[in-house]
């Protein structure tokens, strides 16, 4: 015949409480590190580039400007040698590529005429970027060209 062995309520209650004391006393171990660090997609693109826009219709650049990217999304600029302040750029990283857009600025082409947006497509490949630009203007026309790159900085 078995001999069955039963525990009360009380004393299964006291078991669970003195599994749980035990586990919450437990020593940590110290080599393990609870805080991971992320790093931004938008590391790679951090720092300053000298870029040149090439249009359709020439092997010479229709302008140069200096973009200045943060790891981050916060704080970039590019702007033009003849102009005072930089203009603002919203990015992020689709894919394997660094999509800007930039806030309306006047034209550094056309006299009189103000950009409302210029979209930007990179990639990167160490300190050299190049990609693909549209820019849009207040009158409805709109300019394509590609871009090169070089972080500087």
């Known amino acids: 015949m078995h001999r069955h062995t039963y525990f009360s309520a009380s004393s299964l209650v006291l078991i ?5 004391l035990f586990l ?14 992320e ?8 720092g300053d580039w000298m870029t040149e826009a090439y249009t359709a219709a ?7 400007v200096l973009i200045k990217g943060t790891d981050s999304a916060e704080g970039w600029t590019m702007k033009f040698a003849d102009m005072d302040e930089p203009i603002g750029l919203q990015v992020s990283v689709v894919g ?6 930039s806030a309306s600025y006047p034209s550094a082409l056309r006299e009189g ?13 160490g300190d050299q970027m190049s990609g693909r630009f549209h820019a849009a ?13 070089e972080r500087v900085k």
């Open 24 to 37: 919450g006393c437990a020593k940590k171990d110290s080599s393990y590190n609870e805080t991971t660090t």
């Open 137 to 149: 203007y207040d009158d409805g026309e709109t300019l394509k060209g590609r871009m090169a790159s």
């Open 113 to 125: 005429r103000t950009v409302t947006s210029v979209t930007s497509y990179f990639s990167v490949n």
């Open 96 to 101: 394997d590529s660094l999509v800007t857009r």
């Open 16 to 20: 669970a409480l003195s599994g749980a």
């Open 39 to 46: 790093v931004s997609p938008l590391a790679a693109y951090a």
């Open 58 to 64: 020439s092997d010479e650049p229709a302008v140069v």
